[in-house]
């Protein structure tokens, strides 16, 4: 890479919706810079025009023209940057397990048919040779798989009496009795929510939960050091950064004050993106690819992934929250 490819980053020409870099970028009156596709999306699902980073509110929708600048800057740092890797390097990956499999295969085949020790007269430097090549491929594609980390659990310790787990605690909702549970310092005693089961310290992760056709949820992150004992004020200030659903079409945001959202489509799986780093935590509804969402702060300590199914009273919330897999190809 020339010596201006190494000034510059990814970041510098990422779409805060996609997260991606820029395709036929423009810019909105503010001066942020989006995917056209993106931004017009984004408009599209709202009833009100504005930025999705400063919040700055159009009374007209702007008329986008793609930055031909912007648009030729990014094309040359894709060039430099070897654009389109990402892809042709989790096909490398799939090729070579596919590779590893088909010899595992075989080898068990001929484990079966024959006692191990027959294998003598095989040349010992291909099965030193195979061994290292299979290592290396693992290392090689969990070295690309681990800058976005998967949560894909919650965490089965303390949670409150009402809480009913299933399928390796991928799905939680509110039970209609209460269970005989000791009332540990890490338990909630008052609120039906439950923490995921790793802490995020570092880097970007992301999640996503089937909301269905609950009518109340709360998604998103808490610290680690949250009060959890008595009435909770769900704030940003005291640790929780969340989305909530309530009455079925009421979606809001706990800032301070809360911040309402109209959501034109309503989401039935909704995606969670943290970037620790730079402390942000993105919400998107994942089938019809729309942002919802960016909370900016700074995080001082780790943070969890939060789920509330909230209780049942109405009758109509007997639904649970379900962590589903995330396709990783896409």
Not at 114 to 131: K, N, T, V
Not at 185 to 210: K, N
Not at 243 to 263: C, G, I
Request: aromatic share 12%.
């Amino acid at each position: 890479m020339s010596l201006y490819g190494n000034l510059l980053s990814s970041d510098q020409f990422q779409c805060s919706i996609c997260l991606d870099i820029f395709n036929n970028p423009s810019s909105t009156p503010c001066g942020h810079s989006f995917c056209v596709t993106c931004i017009n999306q984004y408009w599209d699902g709202a009833k009100v025009c504005q930025c999705p980073l400063c919040k700055r509110t159009f009374q007209k929708r702007p008329d986008l023209q793609i930055n031909r600048t912007l648009r030729e800057i990014t094309e040359q740092f894709r060039s430099m940057s070897g654009g389109g890797m990402e892809s042709k390097t989790q096909e490398m990956i799939q090729q070579r397990l596919v590779k590893i499999e088909d010899i595992r295969s075989s080898v068990s085949q001929l484990e079966v048919c024959q006692p191990r020790a027959r294998f003598a007269f095989l040349d010992p430097f291909r099965w030193r040779e195979l061994s290292v090549w299979m290592r290396r491929v693992q290392e090689f594609a969990g070295r690309v798989t681990k800058r976005c980390r998967i949560h894909a659990g919650l965490h089965a310790a303390p949670h409150p009496s009402r809480l009913t787990w299933l399928f390796c605690f991928v799905q939680v909702w509110c039970g209609d009795r209460h269970q005989l549970l000791p009332d540990n310092v890490e338990r909630f005693d008052r609120v039906v929510c439950v923490l995921g089961r790793e802490a995020i310290t570092s880097g970007r992760h992301y999640w996503e939960v089937q909301v269905g056709g609950k009518t109340d949820w709360d998604l998103g992150v808490a610290r680690q050091s949250i009060n959890r004992k008595g009435k909770i004020d769900v704030t940003p200030n005291n640790g929780y950064w969340f989305l909530s659903l309530r009455d079925k079409n009421k979606y809001a945001f706990r800032t301070e004050p809360s911040t309402d959202v109209h959501l034109n489509l309503r989401p039935n799986k909704i995606g969670v993106f943290v970037d620790f780093d730079r402390g942000q935590v993105s919400f998107y509804n994942v089938d019809a690819k729309i942002h919802i969402y960016t909370f900016n702060d700074t995080f001082t300590e780790c943070i969890f992934p939060f789920f509330s199914p909230c209780t049942n009273r109405s009758g109509k919330n007997d639904g649970p929250l379900v962590i589903t897999p995330v396709d990783v190809s896409e």
